[in-house]
């Protein structure tokens, strides 16, 4: 009974073997075989054409692996390519030959070789790095040294030094925002005089509002106050239900608000926040009769519904998922949004 059943289980196996044997002998000879289509052919020839004469950097060019369809649909201005044979592709050869990239003397060329001499680089690097023994720490990748490459266009070359030149003023502008003292969202009017020089009128604009104006986002005033000592991003607080509450808390209620510049950053609980709100809405005028004193709904763009309604909510949220989310190990933000979503629409019709 064995013997039968080991005989019938060597057949199958034999089975199985043959029949994957002859998939693969079939689909490697079309996969590695030379074409036998005139298309074929011609493609294979015209990226041959290039590898031979630009060497394997010409593969780093734009649009390189769609050259043939360019070649078709642009110079022949055909829908199909079946008709193409090598006698067409000869002559386009034979033309672009005389193109600058191709004089190992053009700047085209030096560009072409200076590409392929970076990712090389790149390649070595990565290589290195990849047969180190795990656990050494990181090198940095590699030193790469500017590449003078002069335009053959000396208009164009003019237009983009003056461009390059306006957007180095601009940002030789904008950087002492970055350092000069601020009253909330806005640069300290005791210090606007130091802006007197400075002509542009964007920057002034910058000056009123830093959280929506200023180009240097992490350098906004209300991200820099919720990521200082002690606030819910400090590492002794990013890993704990207070901090995550807390970020929850910013970014979608007070952001870029006045509650945010005159309370502690980190809630500890919902309980907190309750308590804080009642405090300052007992010591400051405008907060008793203005919401936005807590929450911004047009700060991130058009007018929402977010308020400050919403915080029991999050603070449920946080309560209720925060355990589950940190057990998680290295969970990607794809995994994360799918996770959220489907927990969100498993509980409620709205979503």
């Given at each position: 009974?064995?013997?039968?059943?080991?005989?019938?289980?060597?057949?199958?196996?034999?089975?199985?073997?043959?029949?994957?044997?002859?998939?693969?002998?079939?689909?490697?000879?079309?996969?590695?075989?030379?074409?036998?289509?005139?298309?074929?052919?011609?493609?294979?020839?015209l990226l041959r054409f290039f590898i031979e004469n630009l060497g394997e950097e010409s593969l780093l060019l734009a649009n390189m692996y769609y050259i043939f369809t360019h070649f078709v649909g642009v110079v022949l201005k055909v829908r199909s390519c079946r008709k193409v044979n090598l006698t067409v592709c000869s002559c386009f050869m034979e033309d672009i030959c005389h193109h600058p990239i191709f004089d190992k003397t053009s700047n085209h060329n030096r560009v072409l070789q200076a590409m392929g001499k970076v990712y090389g680089q790149y390649v070595d690097h990565r290589a290195d790095h990849n047969g180190k023994v795990a656990g050494q720490p990181e090198?940095?990748?590699?030193?790469?040294?500017?590449?003078?490459?002069?335009?053959?266009?000396?208009?164009?070359?003019?237009?983009?030094?003056?461009?390059?030149?306006?957007?180095?003023?601009?940002?030789?502008?904008?950087?002492?925002?970055?350092?000069?003292?601020?009253?909330?969202r806005s640069v300290n009017l005791a210090h606007t005089t130091e802006m007197e020089g400075v002509s542009c009128k964007i920057i002034h604009q910058m000056s009123t509002n830093l959280?929506?104006?200023?180009?240097?986002?992490?350098?906004?005033?209300?991200?820099?106050?919720?990521?200082?000592?002690?606030?819910?991003?400090?590492?002794?607080?990013?890993?704990?239900?207070?901090?995550?509450?807390?970020?929850l808390v910013f970014h979608v209620v007070t952001f870029s608000t006045l509650y945010l510049f005159s309370h502690a950053p980190l809630l500890q609980s919902l309980d907190t926040w309750e308590e804080s709100?009642?405090?300052?809405?007992?010591?400051?005028?405008?907060?008793?009769?203005?919401?936005?004193?807590?929450?911004?709904?047009?700060?991130?763009?058009?007018?929402?519904?977010?308020?400050?309604?919403?915080?029991?909510?999050?603070w449920s949220a946080a309560e209720g998922k925060w355990m589950l989310l940190s057990n998680n190990d290295q969970i990607d933000f794809r995994k994360f949004y799918h996770w959220l979503v489907k927990d969100t629409l498993d509980k409620s019709s709205k979503g």
């Open positions: 009974m064995y013997h039968v059943k080991g005989s019938l289980l060597t057949t199958f196996c034999s089975l199985q073997v043959k029949a994957l044997s002859s998939v693969l002998s079939s689909t490697l000879s079309i996969i590695l075989g030379y074409p036998q289509k005139p298309h074929s052919v011609a493609q294979s020839t090198a940095s990748l590699p030193a790469v040294q500017g590449i003078a490459t002069p335009m053959e266009n000396p208009a164009a070359l003019g237009t983009t030094s003056s461009k390059m030149q306006e957007a180095l003023q601009f940002i030789r502008n904008t950087i002492p925002l970055v350092h000069m003292p601020t009253h909330l959280d929506c104006y200023l180009p240097f986002r992490e350098k906004a005033p209300s991200v820099q106050h919720i990521r200082q000592v002690g606030g819910p991003f400090d590492s002794d607080n990013l890993h704990t239900l207070p901090g995550f509450f807390s970020a709100m009642s405090r300052i809405k007992n010591t400051v005028a405008k907060a008793s009769n203005d919401w936005w004193y807590f929450c911004d709904p047009m700060v991130y763009g058009m007018a929402t519904r977010r308020s400050v309604d919403i915080v029991p909510s999050l």
